[in-house]
């Protein structure tokens, strides 16, 4: 089975734009979590989407957002960037049962100028 | 209040030989499970063991396994005959419940040596 795949793997931007990360869950997991990574905070939570619907939301302005497809693959957008939005962003997957293992993509990098 | 607790920031071990790198956790919810997972440089995060709170036995994977100690709510990882592959930050993670989120704990750094 393919692992979860994130799209771009790399990216920079400058403050005030905007960026929409893609992320493509194990095929047939039909949850997926976001979470940022940076060396201050560490690993915390953004949101769990599960067939389109989220589920749960971490404690991030609203600037964040994301959405599910019906293929289940999701995309989360930052607006108005800033320069503490610089991180690794992670999505993991799980499949349908709550206490499943979420199985983590190889993150995107995102730098904010 | 810290969900999980990592107290080693940074441990070295000699190759071949087992590490012990400690987990701590707190939670009110009697259904709980615990996660150990492996983040090498390159970022992405490799699940290793998982401990289910009613789980009686404690969780193995190859070279593995999880030492649960309920009454103690901790939950430390050992890892047998330590590869030069190990050297990763490895990271301790809870969800509590009917949640569907990980709490992370700080990790850990290991550096293995030759």
């Known amino acids: 089975k393919a692992g979860v795949t994130q799209t771009p793997r790399y990216l920079i931007k400058t403050r005030g734009q905007q960026v929409t990360l893609s992320c493509s869950p194990i095929s047939g997991h039909r949850s997926v979590s976001w979470y940022q990574q940076t060396p201050g905070q560490g690993l915390q939570f953004l949101f769990e989407?599960?067939?389109?619907?989220?589920?749960n939301k971490g404690n991030f302005p609203g600037r964040f957002s994301g959405r599910q497809f019906s293929n289940s693959r999701s995309e989360m957008n930052v607006s108005t960037l800033e320069l503490g939005d610089s991180a690794l962003y992670l999505c993991?997957?799980?499949?349908?049962?709550?206490?499943?293992?979420?199985?983590f993509g190889p993150g995107t990098r995102l730098l904010v100028l | 209040a810290q969900k999980i607790t990592q107290t080693q920031p940074g441990m070295f071990v000699q190759e071949k030989e087992a590490v012990t790198l400690d987990c701590t956790y707190d939670?009110?919810?009697?259904?709980?499970?615990l996660f150990w997972y492996k983040q090498p440089s390159s970022g992405e995060m490799i699940f290793l063991i998982y401990?289910?709170?009613?789980?009686?036995q404690n969780a193995t994977e190859g070279r593995y396994s999880l030492n649960f100690q309920k009454a103690r709510k901790s939950a430390n990882l050992v890892i047998s005959a330590s590869q030069l592959g190990d050297s990763a930050m490895y990271f301790c993670?809870?969800?509590?419940?009917?949640?569907?989120?990980?709490?992370f704990g700080a990790g850990t750094t290991v550096t293995v040596r030759a």
């Open positions: 993991a997957s799980s499949g349908r049962t709550d206490q499943e293992t979420q199985y």
């Open positions: 939670t009110s919810d009697q259904s709980y499970g």
């Open positions: 993670a809870m969800r509590e419940g009917n949640d569907y989120k990980l709490s």
């Open positions: 401990q289910g709170s009613y789980d009686e």
């Open positions: 989407y599960f067939s389109e619907t989220q589920r």
